[in-house]
């Protein structure tokens, strides 16, 4: 049985013995690899399951080993949403995603344009500096930044210090829409040109509906980028808890409950699920955004 | 006439440049080069947000160097998570991409399972883990203890926890899944027909036809997951508070690298030292330490000949 499966390829010569061959091999191929596929698929979708379960557990049962509830408790998510504070913490997190997300693409959009489209000197260094930026870890800035706006402004205890570098460009969405305006033609530019469309004209009527692939992309990078941040948070908020954020607030739930993993799991289950339904509208912006990260040049 | 009209027009020019450019100009000189400037400076001063900074010379670096505890096993963790947590992730996503490529029903939503977990806010992520391998109810030790494996303490154990860590890692491979996807599907047809046509085993045509295309992108991931390495701040610092049982707010107190510095990465000693213990100058030293090591590896994605980003066209 093996010997006829480790047979080297006979398909030169498409006689019915060795077409049945084939056809069986790519049968066991076939089965192979939906079963690495379906156990790949328990590995990822597991966790999502038992913490989902758990977040349905009585208290006391979420102090066992048990796996599935014995009674469904949905009022737990009721209790997590009357927990002080929590609404608050998603209100800020919708303003600092939402705000967030569109100060970024309308400021990043015009610097993509010019580093794609425009020829001038210093444009490679320019491009050099905002990889640069990109890659950096955000603590290398954080004490001036700190104290520039805690110490000078006055707005720790708030998310704007978040906020408003925002409206200045933000270098990840600067490259990943500049790749992506590198793929559509300079003939639609200069033919929006030979028309008498001026360069901002040309970027608002033509290039930014060619872009909207893009342009969706870096939105939702961006509005996860917010929703997910807990180093800002906990830098410029942690002092006041009316400014806190969902990433924030949710380790404090912890605290809050001790031993109950039950709420504590309610809670990341309310944290994950607006990422998770955002990404199923929107899949494939997405998935076209992670790849863009990936292209050479 | 026709000089004058041709230095208006390049006038003109650049002025569009920088008005369109404005935005990353004025964001690069006010959040990025003033910033690291001031970094530089204040690493050499005594600066606790009180008292005016005083000029200490080098005392901030020998102390980050020679005396504060945490700088050198933050530094070996960083290492080890270079080695050991992004080569299995480059290894694991490129399994994860083939296997969806050969995936031939419900591509979809194998797809869709597969990338889901990538998406879970880091926060949440960590607390789920930091449930799920919890040691008293945990379901992955309970699953463990049945079958008959000695179930190891997690994030509770010095030796487990960047085990751990890579596990959640792992699970969230879904960038990488992509990005591999889409370059195991660029990889020509022809190559692997005509590797079959003579006669290659699986292996070989992995071996001499998909790495050799695919190697850009591999090296891509390795030098990406590198400086990712270097920003990995809140999964182990999560990890580390909710399995030590800290509550948050209480957090000055908090010992970071909890079990015993196992989960120290260098980003968390820059909060440490400027944020708990208010030396804004030591705290200057990790940060520039940190700006070093990521712009080296940075440089490599950039080089130009033969780099990863090209920067022109």
Known sequence: MTQVLDRPVELKTPASPAERTARRKAALEWVAVHSLGLAAALFFTLPFVFVFLTSLMSDTQALSRDLIPHTWEWGNYQRVFDTPGFLTWWRNTLIYAGLGTVLTVVSSIPVAYA?????????????MLVISMMMLPPQVVIIPMYLF??????????LWPLIIPMAFGDAFSIFLLRQFLMTIPNEYVDAAKVDGCGDFRTLIRVVIPMAKPGIAAVAL???FYAWNDYFGPQIYASENQNAWTLSYGLESFKGMHHTDWNLTMAATVLVMAPVILVFFFAQKAFVEGVTLTGVKG | MSTVTLASKRRRSALRTAAFMSPWLIGFTVFFAYPLLSTVYFSFMHYDGFKPPTWSGTKNWT???EHYPYFWPALRNTLWLVV???SLRVVFGLGVGLLITK???GTGVFRTLFYLPYLAPPVAATMAFAFLL?????PVNSVL?????????WFNDPTWSKPALTLLALWGIGDLMVIFMAALLDVPQEQYEAAELDGASAWQRFRFVTLPNISPIVMFAVVTGVIQTMQYYTQPLIAGKVASGVIQGAGTQFEPGYPEKSTLTLPQLVYNLGFQRFDYGSACVVALVLFALSMVFTAFLMRRRGGLIQAGD
Do not use: D
Request: no cysteine.
């Open chain 1, 115 to 127: 580093l794609a489209k425009f020829r001038f000197r210093g444009r490679n260094l320019s491009l």
């Open chain 1, 149 to 158: 706006w805690a110490k000078q402004l006055g707005l720790s205890g708030t």
């Open chain 1, 221 to 223: 990078f961006q509005f």
């Open chain 2, 63 to 65: 102390y980050v160097f």
């Open chain 2, 84 to 86: 050991v947590m992004v």
């Open chain 2, 103 to 105: 995936i031939k029903t």
């Open chain 2, 134 to 138: 919890n040691p008293g109810t945990g």
């Open chain 2, 145 to 153: 203890e049945k079958v008959g494996i000695p179930a190891p303490g």
